[in-house]
C-alpha cells in the first residue's frame, strides 16, 4: 500500500499531508529533516477524501474556529514513541506538559530524554500537538517545525 501526499499552505509554511489506507499517516514540514519520518514510496493524490478533510480540518484550526481533530491517525513508530505520541493528544487544547510529565503520564518517569526523543520524531505534527511541549523551565525547546512555528501556534491557541 502506497503512500499518499498532498501539500497545503499554511501560516507556518507549506505542509505536506500524508496518508495510506485512508488515515493520515503524516504532516511534514516544509524544511523537513531527511528521515526524521520514515515513509514508503509517495505518491501524489489531491483528491484523497482523507488528505481533503486533514487540510479542511488544519484551516479551520487556524482560522482559531477548530481546537480537537477529528481524524483517523496510523502512527509508525516503534511501541515507546507510539506511547509518546498517544500522550501528546491527551494535552488540551491550549495547554502545555513538559517532557517530564509526559514520561510520568506513561509510566517512565525517568525517561525524559527518550520522550524528548519520540516528541521530535512525531510524525502527525500539530495533530499530535508535539507543539505543547515545553522544557520543564517553561522555555521553548526544539520543534521539528522550527521554534518561530512552534512559537505561532502556541500563540494561536492562547488567543482562541
Not at 502527525?124 to 511541549?133: D, E, G, L
Request: charged letters at 20%; a positive charge.
Amino acid at each position: 500500500m502506497s503512500y499518499e501526499y498532498k501539500y497545503m499552505p499554511s501560516p507556518v509554511g507549506q505542509l505536506t499531508l500524508v496518508a495510506r489506507g485512508g488515515k493520515l499517516t503524516a504532516i511534514l514540514w516544509e524544511k523537513e529533516r531527511p528521515n526524521r519520518v520514515r515513509l514508503g514510496a509517495l505518491q501524489e493524490a489531491n483528491n484523497s477524501p482523507v488528505l481533503q478533510e486533514t487540510e479542511r480540518q488544519l484551516n479551520e484550526y487556524f482560522a482559531g474556529t477548530r481546537n480537537r481533530f477529528e481524524l483517523e491517525l496510523d502512527f509508525a513508530g516503534t511501541d515507546f514513541q507510539k506511547k509518546v505520541w498517544q500522550a501528546l493528544l491527551t494535552i488540551p487544547f491550549g495547554e502545555t506538559r513538559s517532557y517530564s510529565q509526559i514520561a510520568a503520564q506513561i509510566g517512565n518517569p525517568k525517561a525524559v530524554r527518550a520522550v524528548g526523543a519520540a516528541n521530535g520524531r512525531n510524525p502527525i505534527s500539530i495533530v499530535a500537538p508535539c507543539h505543547r511541549v515545553i522544557g520543564a523551565s517553561g522555555g521553548l525547546t526544539g520543534f521539528a517545525g522550527g521554534l518561530e512555528a512552534k512559537q505561532y501556534l502556541l500563540e494561536l491557541e492562547e488567543h482562541a
